[in-house]
């Protein structure tokens, strides 16, 4: 099996995991304060992480 220039260990993968959870979670609170339904954008933030935030930045407020 080919070596990887990067630790593959079972701590870096978990830290990975949880910076996703964390990008997904913000992209759902920006997208909340945007006007949008946080219980859809929190499933799409943990599912996207980091394209997530791209697009609740990208959202259109909502107007009331």
């Given at each position: 099996?080919?070596?990887?220039?990067?630790?593959?260990?079972?701590?870096?993968?978990?830290a990975l995991a949880?910076?996703?959870?964390?990008?997904?979670?913000?992209?759902?609170?920006?997208?909340?304060?945007?006007?949008?339904?946080?219980?859809?954008?929190?499933?799409?933030?943990?599912?996207?992480?980091?394209?997530?935030?791209?697009?609740?930045?990208?959202?259109?407020?909502?107007?009331?």
């Amino acid at each position: 099996m080919p070596e990887f220039p990067w630790s593959t260990d079972g701590s870096t993968i978990l830290a990975l995991a949880v910076l996703h959870c964390v990008i997904g979670v913000t992209a759902a609170l920006v997208a909340q304060r945007r006007g949008r339904r946080l219980g859809n954008w929190l499933i799409l933030g943990l599912i996207g992480g980091t394209a997530a935030l791209v697009a609740a930045c990208l959202v259109p407020a909502k107007q009331d």
